[in-house]
Structure formats: structure tokens, C-alpha cells
């Protein structure tokens, strides 16, 4: 009876500890696990950045996904506004302002001026749905020390675009884009003309360009004036061309794509 009596005590011990160990497993786990980030409500959007960190040097354009997971009842189109803070530091961007109701993707657009602060700063989009929360992504936003400018060998030449690379116009309106024609110290003046083709890639009437300094006898910006007829429509391209007698190259030529919206 005795030997009976201390098997049931063993055994119960035995089971009180293994419940013990047991327990305190579980919990650890419990401490353990990540928690998850929560799915959004079934009517509403969330937004993420990607990359959400981008680093950047004064006049450099960088480009960012905003990535929209949505309920399953979040089936409207989505309005999106970017926002830059502090505002005074010389980076603006531009987002897609509405994505489909059952797109999911829009890209964000970053860019850093010329006298940029060296720096950090958050862009911040924000997407609204009509019956959603408002949705935000943010990207952390470095900028850089500016590139050391390089100076020209002496008969060196380089034309360069400014920032309207990409020309929209309303037909029978002007619009202006800038270039830039830089030159060594021992080269000579530069003659600058443009010229403007079709999709077709023939001359056409339809648009004009203008070069309002046509002669540059130092490193400079030129301006060309971009004129649609009523008449126009479609794509277009400027070619303007710098020519200088016994530069290094003896001439240097870019391109504006000019896109025309119909009048009326």
C-alpha cells in the first residue's frame, strides 16, 4: 500500500511539472512573435512606400512606387496628393493623382533643385476614397552635397536641357523651354537654331520654334519660344542644335518632346 501510494505521488509531480514547463513554453512563444500589420477594414486602402527611403544630390530626379493593398469592398478610385516637409529646402514631388478603382500601383516623383540644402526631409502622400480612411505613405528624403561642377577644357562645348524636357501645349498657345550651352574659354561663339519635325519625323508648319538668343558668344541659357498653330495636334519634336567653328564637339544637338492638345 505504502509503494502504492508513493508511485501516485511521483506521477502526480511528474504531471504538475510537465503542465508547468509546458505553460511557460507557450508563453515565451507568445512574447516571441511579431505582430502582424493589420489588413486594412473592408471598405478601406493602405499605402506603402517603396523604396521609403531615397537618397538624392542637387538637380537629381529620383522615382518612387506607392503601393495601395485594398479591402475587399474598397472598389472606388483613389484621389492622391504629395506633400514636402519642411517646404524650404529645395525638394518638390508630384504623384499620380488618381489611380483606378481597382488599381493598386501610382508613382511618385522626387525631385531636388540645383541650390537643394544638404539635408533630410519627408515626403508625405496621401490617398482619399470615397467610403475609405485616408491612406499615407512617407518617404524619408536625403539630400547630398551637390556634385563639384566641371570645368570645360577650352574649346570644349555642351548643350544641355533644362528641366521642360517634355513640352505640353494647347494648340494656337506658346510654351518655353530653356537650354543651356555651356562653353570653354577658348571656344568660339555658338550659333543656336531649332527645328521642328512631326510624329512622322518631317518638317512641319504646325509648330514653331523661336531661339531668342541665337548667338552665344559665353556659357549661357538661350530660351526657345514654342508656338502650336490651331491647327496642330499631337507629337512633336524640337531639335535644337549648337554649332561652334572649332569646338570639341563641333556641334552638340537635344531634343524637346512637344505633345499638342486639340483646341476646343
Sequence with gaps: MKKLLGLVIILSAAIVLSV???????????????PKADAPAAKDISAS????????KPGETGKVKINLTRGKDAKNEATLTAAVDPKDKGVTAE????VKADGTQAELKIMIADDAAKGDVTVTVTVNSKDSKDAKATVKVTVGEKAAAVKPAEKDMKLEIGKAKDVKIDAG???KATVKVTLGADAKEAKVTAEVKGKDGKATKDVTAKVDTETMAKTGDATVSITATDAAEGDYTV????ASEG??????????????????
Design 49 to 56: 512606400a517603396d523604396p521609403d527611403k531615397w537618397t538624392g
Design 20 to 34: 508547468g514547463t509546458t505553460g511557460c513554453t507557450t508563453k515565451d512563444k507568445d512574447k516571441d512573435k511579431k
Design 247 to 264: 569646338a570639341t564637339p563641333a556641334s552638340a544637338t537635344a531634343d524637346v518632346k512637344v505633345t499638342v492638345k486639340k483646341k476646343g
Design 173 to 175: 498657345k506658346t510654351e
Design 95 to 98: 504623384v499620380d493623382k488618381t
Design 239 to 242: 531639335t535644337i542644335t549648337a
